[in-house]
């Protein structure tokens, strides 16, 4: 690991501001991925911002009937809060299937939507990445590329976003609030939040540098019945092949999700319109376009059965 300096930031903009008249700053909470990506020098920030004492560690109601959760509350104690147990299932439950009880304990919720890719190819400093290091290459596209994206992909990138809790929270119309270094504000949908790869796969959202995240809004609750099915090589602390998050209505109607197949967690409204005609209908307008490898070309007919199973369950 690179030397680094560190600093405790005293208000949301102080960080902001800091991070952003320091070169190669990073913010620091969790630290459950920034911490292993430094021991591999996959980052190596010049200067680290603790942000753990900015008080964003709460949950609250907002005026039009929904959820602020602050950038700070932990895995854990969203997944047991009881307003997100009983109107925001889907979350509770992508939350609980995300990782190991000791992670959930650290990780928090900004950290988890900013959290990097697994793809094996940018974890290997040997190999080329261009998410890693833009214009390098992209060692995946003619390796091994089983657990890797089959939609939005581009010819620079195939990596996918590991995230279990962006998922359910993209089904869910989440919004992301930020602060910015001069002290302004702005609320950034989740569906504008994160990029496909193009020709920049390593930039990956939104932000602007110095931009931090204060707090993600949930809107009012949906009602109906809320899943989370995720399929994983093994039964724990393993990321998604792929998961399907949805929201189903009484009538058929609903949102859906998915998960482990693209760069962001994948959804496109105008699939939803084909709910009440089943799984199949769904997939197809869902992974329109889709450009597998032969390697993970089974996750197009995975993505489909895992949807079909959610919708059975559904149906009771």
Known sequence: M??????????????????????????IAGGTNLLDLMKLEIETPMHLIDVNGLKLDTIEATGEG????????????????????????????????????QLRNKATTAGNLLQRTRCPYFYDTNQPCNKRQPGSGCGALEGYSRQLAVVGV????????PSDMAVAMRVLDATVET????????????????????????IENAL??????????????????????KVRDRASYAF??????AVVQSDGSGRVAVGGIAH????????????????????????????????????LTLAQRTLGAVLAEARG
């Open 154 to 161: 581009s010819d620079a990138c195939i990596a996918t976003h």
């Open 208 to 229: 602007v540098t110095g931009e931090l995240i204060t707090a993600v809004t949930l809107p009012k609750p949906l009602g109906g019945a809320h899943f989370y099915h």
């Open 264 to 299: 962001k967690p994948w959804r496109l409204e105008a699939a939803e319109a084909h709910m009440a005609d089943g799984a199949n209908a769904v997939s197809e307008h869902l992974l329109a376009g889709a450009k597998p490898t032969h390697h993970n070309e089974f996750k």
């Open 2 to 27: 690179k030397s680094f300096t560190y600093e405790r930031a005293g208000s949301p903009t102080e960080a902001a501001a800091s991070a952003a008249r320091t070169p190669g700053a990073k913010f």
């Open 179 to 202: 602060v910015r270094p001069d002290g302004a504000t702005r609320r950034i949908p989740l569906a504008d939040f994160y990029r496909l790869p193009g020709d920049t796969p390593h």
């Open 66 to 101: 929904g959820l602020r959760i602050g950038a700070l509350v932990s895995n854990t104690a969203l997944a047991a809060d009881p307003r997100i147990r009983q109107d925001y299932g889907v979350l509770s439950r992508a939350l609980l299937a995300g990782a190991s009880g």
């Open 240 to 245: 998604a092949l792929v998961s399907v998050a």
